[in-house]
Each structure stands twice: as structure tokens, then as C-alpha cells.
């Protein structure tokens, strides 16, 4: 540590810094709570004494704002007034002409807020620090603790929002916003996500102009389906994937959010992002906290890639679960077998898959069943082993597992029931329904939600799965499932006057259910799946080991879907499966190679039936999953360098995977269309180290005749600068395939 630090003991002294483009400085990083790899025991006391010199006036929120200044590489402080009057979390009723972050009605009626800084907290975590900026209302007994937590190790930085009430009677927040940010005006692009079943995750790119743009979600349940709860800012224009100041936005929460871009007579852009609070009007009782979701925040000189790596890194290490844990190969049930369920069917699924090397066998949909047997419209709910399909229970499945030295899954929609089952039948008040109104029913036309917010339905859902772990501990993952929004919006637990709680408490309940699981089987590996891609949030994920990407496994469009869920969540939790040709949802007839080039980008697994492949398939298969577990630790931990997008329409797609050592890798190119006579770009890599020569090999080879680079050295230099070129086509014994698809393994020497 430098025995004599700098001190910023004032405003002018701190700007003049960042002026100077000491922003790097890591004492002026670790005053502004950004993190440092140094530990500094004067932290706390150093920011706190430079807050309280800036008490009044504007001060405290010049310091967040150089915060956000350095964060961002804007070191153009000449023009921050219009930012430096503008409160870092603005709120109804005080002069605000732009949207507010926050807007009360008060115990009397009033809906004027106005907050004022009355002291700070710094809390020194295990690999972060935490900052807590006290507010309080000039007039009412209204507290807003605005949080940051910045991490040592990584540069993210998580900001939420405490509200807390001390009136007499219950106040009512109307807006409650996890954060402010705003961005400088100039030539800012926006990159977001959106779509539909079969079809998530689509990259949508727009340069922000005047007015408003929302990303915003109402789902009740799955809330990435339509809209992701993540973006991206690009502050030099058009984004790019290796250059270019971006900052990238996560909102980490299960439930109904919003996200709005506002663009005023101003010079700034300002984002609020938060739970949406559309008919979520909450009553906070008088000494209750609300506590908003956090938005994570990071910023990178080096692009929309630059911001991936650093989520993806964050998310490795302090969200997902057994993040540093290299994941199973596994086969599915559900596309080979569907809901046809049979235990020598089961038997022969797991003799099969561990012959090609497989790990880890998931039993899916339609093994359950009492009363009712298990349809899309019967049994949800009943969650016992139906022993006309399965008259070992699950007892056998477990020991033919055990015999076959395979590990073996189960799936369950614990939060879900039918109309057609015992459960609905002996717990009616249990599920969610508008008073007065007829049941609304989702897949198979009866299914229903249960209502979360239900102690008592809590205890139901945790002991769907604490029964199961109880009574079968070999069962080593669970793939939770979630097939049906909210549509007739009511309670039957909550009180007529809190019906608008109602999104907030499914989640908080959710939430509640989650942490009791892993606070008693923390080994456990769970998916996160809701009709696909429904659930891909850095809220719920903390809870899960993965998340399946779509229910659609068209290798050609999961790569869309793929590149898009890229952008903030790493390829360890990535769901991607092999799937039979033609595709069960696009008809669409792929080779077995360009189906494993595909899946073998994120967490491999495979869902058809293995006995209906060929034997030439069968052979491929086997040789690929053993390439994948040379290759699984630098796909799952490296980092990620996306290098030719398939929607930039260059008829290719290309990316790769690099370790933090830079000395091994695993590169990906597939051809995206057909044409006669086209012409496809060369390639040059990423993330290598130039000065370091590296070995190629390639992957899951079914040319007659090896590629002109095999076996070669090349500097990693050259490799970026110049890159190698591919044939168009794979020529075969066989045929002549024009689906072609290509991957590398460097090795440096």
C-alpha cells in the first residue's frame, strides 16, 4: 500500500482528479466503493469523512455521480451540472419534471416526497464493500437507504434501494425503483432481448432517441419469455463485440419488472429499473422494510464481449450455484419418449447413454400420478411415482441407475396443479383465482398456480422436494419446471386491501421456498426451466445450477437464442441439447455434427430417444461426448469471444472460448444459409495471447480428409490477425454436406 495516499478532501480536488484521468487510480477506486485487489483498512472511514464534508447541497451526489463518471470512462465533468442537480434517486413531488424513482402516498394523503441525505454506512464483506446512503424525508418519518455493493475481484458493482416507514399508519409505494442511471446523451445504442416460446432470447439493437423506451414484463411467473431484464449501452454508436465503452444493466429478480429508458430536454439519458409496478401498488405497514431487487451494473472499454466476460465471471463465482464446478452430460427424457413413461423404457434410455459416455440420466414429464394418471390435463400436482408405468417405483429407477453407473434426475412444477387432480380436489383455496370468477386454466386447457404467497403452499411446495431427497437421495438433479403465467389475477390469501401484493408475494414466497431447499440440500443440481427459456434471470438463478434455453432445439435457431442469452449468462448454466433430425418443433433436418458443434457450446446434454439412432450416429455421438470432456473446462470456465454474429447476415456464425491462462481454447463456426457460388468471411480470432504458439486439432471430424490446419502451430498473433479459412462443405464417404459446421481445439506449446 502507498504510504502516503492521496486524499480528494473536496469537490474540486476530486473532479480535477478524474479530469486527469485518475480514475485507474485504485486509492481514488476504493473511496468511490469501485474495488480494488488491495485490501485498505482506511476505506470506510475515508469515504465516510469525504461524504460528511459533502453533506450539503449537491455534494453527496457529486460523488456518486464521479462514481458513475469513472465507471464509465466520461471524464467530461464540465458538463455534469444538469446531472449534478438531478437527485440520484428522484422522487414524486419535488420539483422532479422526469420520471420519478419513487412516488408515496403518506399516511395523510400526501404524495410528495422529497429525500434528503442524513449519513452513510460502509460494510466491509468477505470480497466487497458495501456502502449504504441514508436518506430521510424533510417532513415525514420516511427512510430510503440507497445501497451499493462493489466487489473486490470483479467489476460489478449491485445497487438497490431500503424503504423504510416510521409514519403512524401504513404508507402506500406507487413507484419503488431498484436505481437511477443516468447515461450521457451522444450516439448511444441500446441492445436488449425479446421473444416468445420456441423463439427466445432475439437480439434487438436501436440508437436511443428522444422519448421512451420500455422493456417491461407481466408474465407473473415467467418473466423471460418475452422481455429480458438485462440491457446494454453503447456509447460510441452502432455496439461492437471487442471495442467501445458499454455499460450492461442486470436486474436481478423473479417476477414482473420494468425497465424505461427516458430521453428529456436534457443531456442525459435516464434508466429505471426496477419490479414493475403496475397494479403492485404496496402497502408498507408502519417499522416494515421493502427491499427492491438488485441492479447489477458494469461498464468495459472493450465492448458488448468485455461486458459479457464480466458477468459472466461474476455470475461463475458469487450467483450461480457450484458455479466453479464443471457440469454433467446428460440425457433428457421428454423429446425421446415424451410423456409415455415406462420403466423398461427408463432402463434402456440409461443403458444406452452411459454406452456413449453419458453421465447423468433426467427422467421428465408423465412418471407421476394417483387417481388421476398424468396427461397434459390430469395429476399435476400429485406428486407420487405412478406404479402402472412404474411398478419398481422409483426405487428401481435408482437401482437400474445405479447398475449402469449413471447418475439419475427427476423433473417436477412444483408451483403449478391441474383442476383434474387430488391436490386441487383436497386444496381449492390453494391455487390463484380473481373472486367471483370462473377458473382460468393454461396447458392442456386446466392447469393452474398455485398461490406462493401461501405459507401453507410453501410447506407443500418445499416438501415436494424435501420428500423426494428424503426418501431418494441419489436423485442428484431436479429439473423445476413452470408452464403457466398468471391469468386470473386474485388471491385467495391475501386481504381485500392488498390484493395489489399479489405478484410481490408469489416471488417472495418463491424465494422463501428456494432458500429453505438449499439451505438443506445444497448439493443438489437443479435447472431452472419455465416452457423453455422463461426463467433466465440473475434473480432466481442464485437457487440453480442451470437454465434451459428454449424448449425449441433446432440447432440453427438455438444459435440465435444462444447468442442472445450470451450477452449476460455464462455457458456453464447453459442448457443445449442434441435433438433428433428432423426437429420435433422446426422439421428442419440437420447433421448429428452440426447438432454437436451447436450443443457443444454450452452444457452438453441430448434429448431423443438413443436406441432411434443409427449406428454410424451412435459411433459420432460417442466420439463427440468424449471431445466435449477434453474440452468442458475451457467451455464452461473460459471466456467467451463472440467473433461473427449470425444476425449480422454474413451467412456465418462464429465464436469461442478461451481460459484465463490463455493457454487453451475451443473455437466454433457454423455456415447459417446455402447458396450457390457464395462467399463466406475468414475468421479472425479472439482473447489469445499473441506471443504464445498454439497446436489445432479438430473437433468431431467427418471429412476423409483432415483439415490443412490440423496438427499445425500457429502464434496467436496470427491467428488474431489474419485467421484461417474453412471449406464451405464437409466431404464425406457419404455425401457432400452443405450444412458444414467446424471446431478447433488450440493448445499453446
Not at 387 to 405: N, Q, S, V, W
Amino acid at each position: 500500500m502507498n504510504n502516503n495516499p492521496k486524499t480528494y478532501n473536496d469537490e474540486k480536488n476530486l473532479c480535477d482528479a478524474v479530469v486527469a484521468g485518475s480514475g485507474r487510480d485504485p486509492r481514488l477506486r476504493q473511496i468511490l466503493g469501485m474495488g480494488s485487489h488491495e485490501s485498505d483498512p482506511l476505506q470506510a472511514f475515508d469515504l465516510l469523512h469525504f461524504l460528511q464534508k459533502l453533506r450539503k447541497g449537491n455534494g453527496l451526489f457529486q460523488v456518486l455521480t464521479v462514481r458513475i463518471y469513472i465507471l464509465s470512462e466520461q471524464h467530461d465533468l464540465d458538463n455534469a451540472v444538469p446531472l449534478a442537480r438531478t437527485p440520484i434517486y428522484p422522487t414524486y413531488g419535488s420539483e422532479l419534471v422526469h420520471e420519478p424513482a419513487l412516488a408515496i402516498t403518506h399516511a395523510d394523503g400526501s404524495m410528495a416526497t422529497d429525500l434528503r441525505y442524513t449519513d452513510t454506512k460502509v460494510v466491509a464483506e468477505p470480497k466487497a464493500m458495501v456502502t449504504i446512503v441514508r436518506m430521510q424525508d424533510k417532513v415525514y418519518p420516511v427512510v430510503v437507504n440507497i445501497c451499493y455493493r462493489a466487489y473486490s475481484d470483479v467489476d460489478i458493482i449491485e445497487t438497490w434501494t431500503e424503504i423504510e416507514n416510521y409514519e403512524k399508519r401504513p404508507i402506500t409505494l406507487n413507484r419503488f425503483a431498484s436505481a437511477m442511471l443516468p447515461i450521457r446523451r451522444g450516439d448511444v445504442w441500446m441492445t436488449r432481448f425479446h421473444g416468445a416460446w420456441g423463439n427466445e432470447a432475439r437480439l434487438v439493437e436501436h440508437p436511443l432517441q428522444r422519448g421512451f423506451v420500455t422493456v417491461k414484463n407481466k408474465n407473473g411467473v415467467r418473466n423471460s419469455q418475452t422481455e429480458h431484464a438485462e440491457v446494454m449501452f453503447s456509447l460510441d454508436g452502432k455496439p461492437a463485440e471487442n471495442h467501445g465503452r458499454t455499460i450492461g444493466a442486470a436486474l436481478c429478480y423473479t417476477g414482473n419488472y420494468r425497465l424505461q429508458v427516458e430521453t428529456y430536454n436534457t443531456d442525459y439519458h435516464y434508466l429505471l429499473a426496477g419490479i414493475d409496478e403496475e397494479c403492485s401498488a404496496y402497502h408498507l405497514a408502519r417499522g416494515e422494510r421493502f427491499v427492491t431487487p438488485v441492479l447489477a451494473l458494469t461498464y468495459s472499454n472493450e465492448g458488448k464481449g468485455g461486458v459479457s466476460r464480466t458477468f459472466h465471471r461474476w455470475g461463475r463465482e458469487y450467483k450461480l450455484c457450484h458455479g466453479n464446478q464443471v457440469r454433467d452430460i446428460l440425457l433428457n427424457s421428454w423429446e425421446g419418449v415424451y410423456m409415455n413413461v415406462e420403466e423398461k423404457k427408463m432402463d434402456q434410455m440409461m443403458a444406452d447413454f452411459k454406452a456413449l459416455g453419458g453421465e447423468l440420466f433426467v427422467m421428465d414429464d408423465g412418471w407421476f400420478g394417483g387417481k388421476y394418471q398424468r396427461t397434459d390435463d390430469a395429476a399435476l400436482g400429485d406428486w407420487v411415482a405412478d406404479t402402472r408405468k412404474l411398478p419398481g417405483g422409483i426405487e428401481a429407477l435408482l437401482d437400474d441407475a445405479k447398475r449402469h453407473d449413471i447418475k439419475f434426475g427427476i423433473w417436477i412444477e412444483p408451483e403449478m396443479t391441474n383442476e383434474r387432480s387430488e391436490l386441487y380436489e383436497r386444496h381449492p383455496d390453494w391455487i390463484i383465482n380473481a373472486k367471483n370468477r370462473p377458473l382460468v386454466g393454461g396447458r392442456g386447457g386446466n392447469q393452474l398456480v398455485l398461490d406462493m404467497g401461501n405459507p401453507k403452499v410453501q410447506d407443500f411446495v418445499f416438501g415436494v422436494v424435501d420428500n423426494l431427497l428424503t426418501r431418494y437421495p441419489q436423485i442428484a438433479y431436479i429439473k423445476w419446471d413452470a408452464n403457466m403465467s398468471i391469468m386470473s389475477h386474485g388471491s385467495q390469501t391475501l386481504s381485500a386491501a392488498n390484493q395489489s401484493h399479489l405478484y410481490i408475494a408469489y416471488h417472495a414466497g418463491l424465494k422463501k421456498v428456494l432458500e429453505r431447499i438449499r439451505a438443506k440440500y445444497p448439493d443438489v443440481v437443479m435447472q431452472s426451466c419455465a416452457s423453455g427459456g422463461g426463467r433466465v434471470n440473475w434473480g432466481i438463478l442464485p437457487y440453480f445450477d442451470e437454465w434451459w434455453v428454449s424448449d425449441n432445439t433446432d440447432a440453427l435457431q438455438r444459435i440465435y437464442m444462444q447468442w442472445g442469452t450470451s450477452h449476460f449468462f455464462p455457458a456453464i448454466g447453459m442448457a443445449s441439447h442434441v435433438s433428433a433430425s428432423p426437429n420435433h418443433q422446426t422439421m428442419r433436418r440437420l447433421p448429428i455434427k452440426y447438432r454437436f458443434d451447436v450443443a457443444m457450446t454450452g452444457r452438453l446434454g441430448m434429448e431423443m430417444q438413443p436406441c432411434d439412432m443409427t449406428d454410424a450416429e451412435r459411433d459420432f455421438a460417442k466420439r463427440a461426448i468424449a471431445d466435449y470432456k477434453t474440452i468442458r473446462p475451457v467451455v464452461q470456465m473460459g471466456d467467451l469471444y463472440r467473433l461473427v454474429s449470425p444476425y449480422d447476415d454474413q451467412h456465418i456464425a462464429s465464436l469461442m472460448y478461451v481460459t484465463e491462462a490463455k493457454d487453451k481454447a475451443v473455437f466454433y463456426w457454423w455456415k447459417m444459409a446455402n447458396f450457390v457460388d457464395d462467399h463466406l468471411p475468414r475468421v479472425c480470432m479472439a482473447g489469445l495471447d499473441p506471443q504464445r504458439m498454439y497446436r489445432v486439432h479438430e473437433l468431431n471430424r467427418i471429412d476423409k480428409d483432415p483439415l490443412f490446419c490440423e496438427g499445425r502451430l500457429y502464434s496467436g498473433a496470427f491467428l488474431m490477425n489474419h485467421g484461417l479459412d474453412f471449406p464451405y462443405n464437409h466431404k464425406t464417404d457419404v455425401e457432400t454436406n452443405g450444412w458444414s459446421s467446424r471446431g478447433l481445439y488450440l493448445t499453446a506449446e
